[in-house]
């Protein structure tokens, strides 16, 4: 079974229309990411959250909001999806105990926002 | 200006061929720095982290050269298996947690 997984893993919506995005972990980390890729950008990071206490903007967060449920579970809404929404998205984990922060990436989700 | 600047390619690479491909950083700031591969509609994976006094995994080598600001990678002997979209991270802080900022790849083809 994979480590971080995420559902959907594609959705087509309509524009004004509220989605959530889900990400759950079984590596036990406690630092979770949720970043968008669009073609020709490098990944940017939405939203971090180091622990079920604590969220942190990124650099492209409006627009976007997060839940951290729980240590495994990190969340991603979008309250009413814009059409320049449409991306992959993909969410992430890390161990604070790294030297590397290496990030763990889920398999991502594809987003069309029509 | 993007904080880190990637040749988008593709690298058609013969497979048996040696391939190298840099990376430039704007934030001097910038202490780490690591190679990600990313193959098609595929989450990015750690390829490597890249040191200062360079490192080798395998067929790859990284290096950093913080005079100029730019990273390098090299794969010799390229396999098939190589093509992939390669991803410059830089991070920040050498602290427990720096942001990171990812490229947005090279491309690398590696043809029968």
């Known amino acids: 079974d994979a480590d971080v997984t995420q559902t959907p893993r594609n959705r087509i919506t309509k524009t004004g229309k509220r989605i959530m995005l889900e990400c759950s972990q079984t590596?036990?980390?406690?630092?979770m990411y949720w970043y968008r890729q669009d073609p020709g950008l490098g990944l940017q990071l939405i939203y971090y959250s180091f622990d079920v206490k604590d969220i942190n903007k990124g650099e492209i967060s409006d627009g976007y909001s997060v839940s951290r449920q729980a240590q495994a579970k990190f969340s991603l809404s979008l309250e009413s999806a814009i059409p320049n929404q449409t991306a992959l998205y993909f969410c992430?984990?890390?161990?604070?105990?790294?030297?590397?922060?290496?990030?763990?990436f889920g398999p991502g989700t594809r987003l069309t926002v029509l | 200006r993007k904080e880190v600047e990637q040749d988008p390619g593709p690298f058609n690479v013969p497979e048996g061929a040696t391939v190298a491909f840099n990376c430039t950083y704007s934030?001097?700031?910038?202490?780490?720095f690591f190679w990600y591969r990313q193959d098609c509609r595929k989450e990015p994976k750690l390829l490597m982290s890249?040191?200062?006094s360079g490192n080798e995994d395998g067929r790859f080598t990284a290096q950093l050269n913080r005079a100029s600001q730019y990273i390098s990678l090299l794969i010799r002997d390229s396999k098939l298996s190589d093509s992939a979209t390669y991803l410059c991270v830089a991070r920040m802080t050498t602290d427990s947690w720096g942001k990171l900022q990812f490229g947005a790849g090279t491309q690398v083809v590696v043809t029968p």
């Open positions: 890249v040191y200062s």
């Open positions: 934030n001097s700031a910038s202490q780490s």
């Open positions: 992430a984990t890390s161990d604070r105990t790294s030297s590397t922060d290496t990030q763990y």
């Open positions: 590596k036990g980390h406690d630092r």
